[in-house]
């Protein structure tokens, strides 16, 4: 879901100077806090060291284009800001109170209790950081269909997807992740793009342990947005071009179907519905490089169909007002932002704010979108209460 190198640029050497700016506002905000319960000078020098040397690296990385070295430090600039963040949020209302009191002093027990809170904020975030990235849930939603075909009644899908295979390091972890897979038993393995950061070779270690993974109805796949190569920068459009040959080439070893703009029959008693497969489509300044209308070109108007495609976006921008309806669309792109929280049926994370679907199953006039909220990471090397995701779907007919 992240933008190319000179977007990027831009974005770093713009917006960055300001997130920082911010940054410093809340963390003078909250030492009020640790000013009201201690008054240690060591401790004071240690708040203040640590962010303003994490704080000097971003603004230099954002100012020289070293993007590896501000995703590097993505997770202790959250250790540090987060915590801090909701601090800050109930100093606000403690000096609303104040205002009206004249502005006495800080209470000691409101400072305690959000010390006590930013603590435990950043327990969570640091398992997040340090854990998340392999803590896999299964995610399992039933569907309902007047016209599914009688023989597919019951149907499963086990769906995958963002990879980003050149962002782990940890085969172990990986392999908790595939094995949960394979245990889900489906009917059909479904990944739904970027199965790479940019570059094809950054699955190489991981083949052997992808194509491992089973289901009856076969696996099929299509492109993500980061599998183009679009990202960086290359000698040659040909060089860009051999890497994507070859990324289509890993696909086929890790024993998945790609499919390019394209449809399959998959068949079962002598009934079929169609699975269709479109390039990545995004809106905004992402290619579009996917086309529903060649893809569906040979499939019946009133056959069931099931469409893989990368970016949730498409789905309002495209797949809905498609000619033939399209009964359930699989995406992922997003990663849930891989921060956020999801407690008793109530989800939040700031991706919210820049897709309408984000994360989850998603219903209109019947048709359905689940968007998966990916396998692997990027940019930040965890995941806070937005864990990796295995999704399976079953699909019913109504009786």
């Known amino acids: 879901m992240f933008c190319g190198p000179a977007r990027l640029s831009f974005y770093m050497k713009t917006r960055i100077p300001a997130i920082l700016l911010l940054w410093m506002i809340i963390d003078i905000y909250f030492f009020s806090a ?3 319960l201690t008054s240690n000078t060591f401790l004071y020098l240690a708040y203040w060291m640590v962010d303003i ?12 284009g070293k993007t590896k070295l501000i995703s590097w430090l993505m997770a202790p600039v959250l250790l540090s800001f987060i915590p801090k963040l909701l601090g800050s949020t109930i100093l606000v209302l403690e000096d609303v109170t104040r205002a009206f009191r004249g502005f006495p ?7 305690e209790f959000i010390l006590i809170l930013a603590i435990l904020l950043f327990g969570l975030l640091l398992f997040g950081i340090t854990r998340g990235r392999h803590y896999y ?35 172990d972890g990986v392999q908790k992740g595939l094995d949960l897979v394979n245990a889900q038993q489906s009917d059909m393995i479904l990944f739904t793009g970027d199965l790479v950061n940019n570059q094809a070779n950054e699955m190489d270690p ?9 289901a009856p109805y076969g696996k099929y796949s299509v492109l993500g947005n980061h599998d183009y190569g679009d990202y960086m920068r290359w000698e040659s459009e040909a060089a860009q071009q051999a890497n994507l040959d070859r990324l289509k080439e890993v696909h086929q070893e890790i024993g998945f179907r790609l499919l390019l703009n ?20 995004g809106k905004g300044g992402f290619h579009k490089y996917g086309d529903l209308k060649k893809a569906t070109a040979g499939v019946p108007d009133d056959a069931f169909k099931v469409l893989m495609s990368h970016d949730p976006s498409h789905w309002d921008a495209v797949t809905l007002d498609h000619h033939q309806p399209v009964h359930l669309t699989l995406s992922g792109h997003t990663h849930g932002m891989q921060f956020g929280f999801e407690l008793f049926g109530f989800k ?19 048709l359905y979108l689940y968007v998966n909220r990916g396998f692997g990471f990027l940019g930040l090397k965890g995941r806070v209460g937005i864990w990796p995701e295995i999704s399976v779907l079953t699909l019913k007919r109504k009786s």
């Open 262 to 281: 394209e449809a399959m029959p998959i068949k079962k008693n002598e009934q079929f519905f169609a699975l269709i497969g479109v390039e990545n489509w």
């Open 137 to 171: 849930k299964v995610h399992r939603e039933t569907l309902y269909f007047d016209d599914l075909p009688e023989t597919f009644d019951g149907f499963t899908i086990t769906q995958i997807s963002d990879v980003h295979s050149g962002s782990f390091s940890d085969k």
């Open 348 to 366: 939040w994370s700031p991706i919210k704010y820049v897709y309408k679907q984000w994360a989850g199953l998603y219903e209109k006039s019947g």
């Open 53 to 64: 040397f994490l704080a000097g690296t971003i603004l230099y990385g954002a100012m020289t």
């Open 34 to 36: 640790v000013e009201t």
């Open 206 to 214: 991981w083949i052997p342990a992808f194509a491992k993974l089973e």
């Open 105 to 111: 002093p800080r209470s000691y027990a409101v400072s």
